[in-house]
């Protein structure tokens, strides 16, 4: 059974840098994806970027895609989001999110998920 526990949220000026790290417990080698999510107040879960297990290829969403950058560490089971150039609008709740066989990567639907990292840029 695979545990997710996420690290590295804070508050961080506009225009700051910010790294989250998600320490998988378990075996994920044989799943989909892993990814962050993100909500903020009042909106929806929406998927910031994602990378595949297999491939190592990541998607990003347009509002992050020039900012933010996703990586995977397989010997430590852990996947990395390095956040830059933040902006107001990227303050969240951010969720890691792992996909076993039959989860869907993009929308999350029976995902696994951390607790969540606050971010807060201001």
């Known amino acids: 059974h695979v545990q997710l526990v996420e690290s590295g949220g804070g508050l961080v000026p506009i225009g700051g840098s910010l790294r989250l790290s998600c320490a998988a417990s378990?075996?994920?080698?044989?799943?989909?994806?892993m990814g962050w999510f993100r909500q903020a107040p009042g909106k929806g879960r929406e998927g910031v970027a994602r990378?595949?297990?297999?491939?190592?290829?990541?998607y990003y969403a347009d509002s992050v895609a020039d900012r933010f950058h996703i990586s995977q560490d397989n010997a430590k089971n852990t996947v990395i989001l390095e956040m830059s150039n933040l902006k107001p609008e990227d303050t969240a709740m951010y969720y890691c999110?792992?996909?076993?066989?039959?989860?869907?990567?993009?929308?999350?639907?029976?995902?696994?998920w951390g607790q969540g990292a606050q971010v807060t840029v201001s």
């Open positions: 378990g075996n994920i080698r044989s799943g989909n994806c």
């Open positions: 990378i595949y297990t297999g491939s190592g290829s990541a």
């Open positions: 999110m792992y996909a076993p066989v039959g989860a869907n990567c993009a929308t999350g639907s029976l995902a696994i």
